[in-house]
C-alpha cells in the first residue's frame, strides 16, 4: 500500500513556473513507476509524463514535451514535476500515481496505476 500526497499547486501567469512534489508513505517507494496526470474541467483525465522506478525511463505527452521536467528522489519518497513556460492550457487538477506493473506498456493510461493522490489544482491566468 502506498499513500501518495501532491502539494505545490497554485495560481500563476502564463509564461511562470511552478513545481509540483509528490510525497509517497508505505511500502518501497523505489519499486513504483511513477506517473502524473491533469484533468482540466470537462474533460478526460489525461496522461502528463512517467518516470520508472530508477529515473533512467522517462516520457511525456506531447503538449508539455520541452516544458515540463519529471524526477524524483527514492531517498526522500518523493516525485517531482517542474513546469515551466505555463500556459492556460495547462490549468487543471494534477495527480501523481504509483504503478507497480513490471511492464511499462499501458504506462500513458489511467488504468496502469494502482494507487492515486488526491490532486493539486494548477491555474494558470493569461
Known amino acids: 500500500q502506498v499513500q501518495l500526497v501532491e502539494s505545490g499547486g497554485g495560481l500563476v501567469q502564463a509564461g511562470g513556473s511552478l513545481r509540483l512534489s509528490c510525497a509517497a508513505s508505505g511500502r518501497s517507494f523505489g519499486s513504483y513507476r511513477m506517473g502524473w496526470f491533469r484533468q482540466a474541467p470537462g474533460k478526460e483525465r489525461e496522461f502528463v509524463a512517467v518516470?520508472?522506478?530508477?529515473?533512467?525511463?522517462?516520457y511525456y505527452a506531447d503538449s508539455v514535451k520541452g516544458r515540463f521536467t519529471i524526477s524524483r528522489d527514492n531517498a526522500k519518497n518523493t516525485m517531482y514535476l517542474q513546469m515551466n513556460s505555463l500556459k492556460p492550457e495547462d490549468t487543471a487538477v494534477y495527480f501523481c500515481a504509483a504503478s507497480s506493473r513490471v511492464a511499462s506498456v499501458g504506462r500513458t493510461q489511467s488504468q496502469f496505476y494502482d494507487y492515486w493522490g488526491q490532486g493539486t489544482q494548477v491555474t494558470v491566468s493569461s
Open positions: 518516470i520508472s522506478w530508477s529515473g533512467g525511463s522517462i
